[in-house]
């Protein structure tokens, strides 16, 4: 069997990182697309990075932006990938309405130079693209599946929809083998601090340790689809596995509101979150979507894939994560 080559971007994020750790457990040769390789030791993969029985033997990274089509081309084509999982791009609706056209550009328009690139490809590999949740906005019906018509009602959820419906024209009108995981909330350790989960495990672990005495937070009411990311990483690595790629929904199927959240994480050190919780109404977001649940029925049938980790230890998991970085 050829050696299997895989190339990432978006490689130090969450979802890139936990992808690159299971491809090099398969044995792929791992190669991944870095904007600040400065950044590179204290990212999420700076151990593999400072591994020389890993580092340029079986991870290699290059250097590149989004907007250098020629030099991505040059890269691509030098790697020869057989999987190309492109995560890379904006990753906040709260903060796309403040930066539409920088949204649109890193989401949008830097996945169709990608598709332009595996286009000219004589072997262009599989391809694989993170769209999100967000592209349904205010859904007709819930759960949502892969049929569910997009309807986003943010500048971060129409620029997914946008590179998602590239990446289906593209697999449509020039049979490449493209497809599309739309991926709902999904978090660890690793999710970074402007996601709300992050926030609240954070607060938690600092008022336990007697570092703060409240936790600011806006609405409580939103709800989301909450799962655990190394499943769903592992569930994008399946999505490319079969003979023919197709377009799957990655979710648990399960809503729990922020009031969960927040009970959950302050259960989690034995406190009653009502006494350390202050609401601010300045943080609550003016597009709020109806509340995403996905429907994970035709990845369950087709992948035997599922979320394995429930929503209450996901939450301590978090906590505990950020007390052990207060006690270090």
Partial sequence: MAKQIAFITGITGQDGSYLCELLLEKDYEVHGLVHRPDALAASNIGYLVADPAINNKRLFLHNGAFEDATHLRRIINRSHPTEFYHLAGQSSPRLSLELPETTVDSIGMATLRLLEILRD??????????????????????????MTPVNPTTPYGAAKAFAQQ???????????????????NHESIRRGSNFVTTKVARGVARIQKGLDRELVLGSLAGRRDWGWAPDYVTGMWLMLQGQTVDDFILATGQLHSVEDLVRTAFEAV???????????????????????????????????????????????????????????
């Avoid at 999100?132 to 759960?143: A, C, K, N, R």
Wanted: glycine share 4%.
């Fill in 166 to 184: 590239m990446a289906r024209i593209y697999r449509v009108a020039y049979d490449l083998p493209t497809c599309s995981a739309i991926l709902y």
């Fill in 121 to 146: 490809m004589p072997e262009p590999p599989k391809f694989l693209y993170a769209s999100s949740s967000e592209v349904f906005g205010s859904p007709p019906h819930s759960p949502q599946d892969e």
């Fill in 270 to 328: 034995d406190l009653n979150w009502q006494d350390w919780v202050k609401y601010d109404p300045a943080l609550v977001t003016t597009v709020e979507p109806v509340a995403p649940c996905g429907n994970p029925a035709k990845a369950k049938r087709l992948l035997g894939w599922e979320n394995t980790v429930p929503f209450g230890e996901i939450m301590r998991r978090l906590v505990e994560s950020e007390m052990d970085k207060l006690d270090a």
